[in-house]
């Protein structure tokens, strides 16, 4: 997922801590490499290469994958699209020369997005794009997937005490910390120096996720406006910044695309899984937090 | 139980399989999105599997006959309900079951895969060739002679019904076109080969049951585990054992616990001498303490040496050696201060294809597939000799045992001769 992931395990048997942690970075890889947009073996890259051409049988669990992106591009009203790959690669070229596209690019590469051209076929687990072109990219969402898995595996083996995280942008916990008290992960400024550590605003996280999503990062200024790579999946631009979003809820899925979602334009949040939705615009050196809590009574103590 | 009949659906592939049969045999990239295809979706036209033994390898297995369009995953046997929890969310279309007996009694079975821990093979593959199955098992056959011998004498009573054993190299396109230079004399005189498998792992497995626990740590139990060279060395020596064309003489072990002192007494880390009759010998190590330079297999001559890794391999040649005409258009890569030539398998046709032969390759497959692919090749073209019979996985478990055995022991173990009959 070329992407960092680390792993806190508290317990009383290290070595079994140990080989627990293993077992679950193990399956982080084994997830990054079956769902890799890039690597043209994955079964993602099967899928995008024949499902213009034929109905696709796919694992259950990858099944179970897509429908969840279904599940989130309907509850996002369609701000979570996994079907931007032309136009995140468009605005990707155009970070690199420093210039945003062109309208008549953008429309170009919008033809051959949109989650709907996606069919999914329940009875017998297959895919079909009703659209020649098309390509769904699961960066967006494969990292919080695997935390979930992952998760699973060391609660499978025993563990009661851990921090999961992926990038610094998807995090999971379970349990408490050693000392009993919630695991605090601090929000960090992303227009100050990391070794600042600067945080804005900080997390509690107890049992639950957390997923981050920034305009700064692999953003570029044409202006003195400054573009990132969070794109709208309606209009086909990128969110200007200075914007942070963070959202909790129990799945580091629905975190990851809700916390994308609100950033690429959404607004507002009541999605019943999250407990905290955040949307932080920077004014001079203070941030402006918009804060939603869809539902209250997951939060954390 | 007799081999599946020609179908209409294998019929109109076969036209294409002979062309195919030859790239597969030269080792050959495919090119891009020219897989079988067919109209049919008779039932019937695939094999219906099942897999014994879900754990982390049996999932890839899973996952292989899944993806193969001559194979079906029909049922997945665990004795352990956690497993059968995750198969059937992994594969819900195949059925579950908790005991074996019932898979070998269901008569659409026709192939079982066997992908336990390694002790538990014998009991399984037995029962399954008695029962008329085709018979996949994954290496080593078992844990001690006596076992893999009656794995062995009971695949070959068993005329008619295929026995393959996941010693993957065999099957594998890169390896078998990198067979073809070697056999052909591109090394010169060998002279020796090195092989190594490096990866940080403590090897030991977690579970919040104890019972599960101490049932899925049974590598880092001596009395039924072949320790590193056994249950993944093996894969190398028999590459070595396929490209020198014959059976080694000895072997001289070592092997300690270097870092993992949890109180296991298989050795963490391991090396392994084993003299070839040419005196072509090969040094093996592999750890579980340092990833460094993960797994390769290097081949040395007096013209030319040939490094595998993953699904490439380089010439890298000596100064002296002659000329060979298809080099001066080959890539290229520097190794420091070594230069590589790219033995690209099917450069040529790919090029005039369009595609270009540098790039990865997009049916870049896990040599897992290739191995099942040319289980239900032969299957539904068959009867053949499958290239890894019960002989040859047979004769490298034996090497795999005694040089377990030489590991553990510290000493040199000369083959005899009786060791390898069946």
């Given at each position: 997922?070329?992407?960092?992931?680390?792993?806190?395990?508290?317990?009383?048997?290290?070595?079994?801590?140990?080989?627990?942690?293993?077992?679950?970075?193990?399956?982080?890889?084994?997830?990054?490499?079956?769902?890799?947009?890039?690597?043209?073996?994955?079964?993602?890259?099967?899928?995008?290469?024949?499902?213009?051409?034929?109905?696709?049988?796919?694992?259950?669990?990858?099944?179970e994958l897509l429908l969840a992106c279904d599940d989130l591009h309907s509850s996002t009203d369609g701000f979570f699209d996994p079907t931007i790959g032309p136009l995140m690669k468009l605005w990707h070229t155009s970070a690199e020369r420093k210039k945003q596209p062109t309208s008549s690019a953008i429309q170009k590469a919008l033809n051959v997005t949109g989650w709907k051209h996606v069919m999914l076929d329940k009875r017998n687990y297959s895919v079909r794009f009703d659209k020649e072109g098309l390509q769904i990219d699961l960066g967006g969402i494969a990292k919080g997937w695997a935390i979930d898995e992952a998760i699973n595996i060391l609660l499978e083996a025993g563990v009661s005490h851990a921090l999961l995280h992926g990038g610094t942008s998807s995090v999971r916990s379970i349990g408490v910390q050693e000392?009993?008290?919630?695991?605090?992960?601090?929000?960090?400024?992303?227009?100050?120096?990391?070794?600042?550590?600067?945080?804005?605003?900080?997390?509690?996280?107890?049992?639950?996720?957390?997923?981050?999503?920034?305009?700064?990062?692999?953003?570029?200024?044409?202006?003195?406006?400054?573009?990132?790579?969070?794109?709208?999946?309606?209009?086909?631009?990128?969110?200007?910044?200075?914007?942070?979003?963070?959202?909790?809820?129990?799945?580091?899925?629905?975190?990851?695309?809700?916390?994308?979602?609100?950033?690429?334009?959404?607004?507002?949040?009541?999605?019943?899984?999250l407990e905290i939705a955040c949307l932080a615009q920077k004014n001079g050196t203070q941030w402006d937090i918009e804060s939603f809590k869809p539902n209250p009574s997951l939060l954390s103590s | 139980m007799f081999r599946n009949r020609l179908s209409r659906r294998n019929f109109l592939k076969k036209s294409s399989f002979g062309t195919l049969s030859g790239v597969l045999a030269a080792g050959e990239r495919i090119p891009l999105d020219q897989p079988f295809s067919s109209s049919s979706s008779k039932a019937d036209d695939v094999i219906k599997c099942g897999l014994i033994g879900f754990g982390e390898w049996g999932r890839e297995i899973a996952k292989t006959i899944h993806e193969l369009e001559d194979t079906e995953l029909t049922v997945i046997c665990d004795h352990f309900p956690l497993m059968l929890r995750r198969a059937q969310r992994e594969f819900p279309q195949a059925a579950r079951e908790l005991e074996y007996q019932k898979v070998l009694d269901n008569p659409e079975i026709r192939a079982i895969f066997i992908a336990t821990p390694t002790h538990m093979h014998r009991e399984l593959?037995?029962?399954?060739?008695?029962?008329?199955?085709?018979?996949?098992?994954?290496?080593?056959?078992?844990?001690?002679?006596?076992?893999?011998?009656?794995?062995?004498?009971?695949?070959?009573?068993?005329?008619?019904?295929?026995?393959?054993?996941?010693?993957?190299?065999?099957?594998e396109?890169?390896?078998?076109?990198?067979?073809?230079?070697?056999?052909?004399?591109?090394?010169?005189?060998?002279?020796?080969?090195?092989?190594?498998?490096?990866?940080?792992?403590?090897?030991?497995r977690a579970s919040s049951s104890g019972e599960r626990e101490r049932a899925l740590n049974w590598r880092l139990d001596d009395s039924i585990s072949l320790g590193l060279i056994g249950e993944v060395g093996i894969q190398q020596i028999d590459t070595n054992m396929w490209m020198n064309g014959t059976r080694p003489v000895s072997v001289t072990g070592f092997g300690n616990v270097m870092f993992w002192n949890d109180g296991r007494n298989v050795a963490d880390t391991v090396q392994a001498l084993i003299q070839f009759p040419g005196g072509e010998n090969m040094m093996f190590d592999a750890s579980l303490v340092s990833g460094f330079d993960a797994k390769y297999d290097l081949y040395f001559g007096s013209d030319s040496t040939i490094i595998l890794r993953d699904n490439k391999a380089w010439m890298f040649k000596e100064v002296d050696a002659p000329l060979l005409g298809w080099e001066v258009y080959a890539r290229k890569d520097k190794f420091y201060k070594e230069t590589g030539i790219a033995l690209l398998a099917n450069a040529t046709k790919l090029e005039s294809l369009g595609q270009d032969p540098t790039a990865d390759d997009p049916n870049a497959k896990a040599p897992i597939y290739h191995a099942i692919q040319a289980f239900a090749d032969n299957f539904n073209y068959g009867p053949f000799e499958p290239v890894v019979n019960y002989q040859v996985a047979f004769d490298a478990t034996v090497v795999a045992i005694k040089a377990n055995e030489a590991i553990r022991t510290g000493t040199k173990i000369e083959f005899k001769p009786e060791w390898f009959e069946i």
């Open positions: 997922m070329a992407t960092r992931f680390e792993l806190v395990l508290w317990g009383p048997d290290r070595v079994a801590m140990q080989s627990a942690g293993e077992m679950a970075l193990r399956e982080v890889d084994r997830i990054g490499k079956r769902f890799s947009f890039y690597d043209p073996a994955s079964e993602l890259s099967r899928l995008n290469r024949q499902a213009a051409k034929r109905d696709m049988v796919v694992a259950g669990d990858f099944f000392d009993q008290k919630s695991w605090i992960v601090g929000i960090q400024d992303p227009y100050v120096p990391p070794d600042a550590a600067q945080w804005f605003s900080t997390v509690s996280l107890r049992d639950s996720a957390l997923s981050v999503s920034a305009v700064h990062g692999k953003s570029f200024l044409q202006n003195d406006i400054e573009f990132g790579h969070v794109l709208n999946p309606k209009s086909g631009m990128a969110r200007t910044g200075p914007h942070v979003s963070w959202v909790t809820g129990s799945s580091a899925v629905v975190c990851d695309a809700w916390s994308t979602a609100l950033l690429a334009g959404h607004g507002v949040c009541s999605e019943p899984r | 593959v037995v029962a399954a060739l008695e029962a008329g199955k085709h018979v996949y098992c994954e290496a080593p056959l078992a844990h001690t002679i006596e076992d893999a011998r009656a794995i062995a004498q009971a695949a070959k009573k068993a005329q008619g019904q295929i026995f393959q054993t996941g010693l993957l190299y065999r099957t396109p890169q390896y078998r076109s990198v067979y073809g230079f070697i056999r052909s004399g591109a090394l010169g005189k060998a002279s020796m080969s090195r092989s190594q498998w490096h990866y940080k792992d403590s090897w030991r």
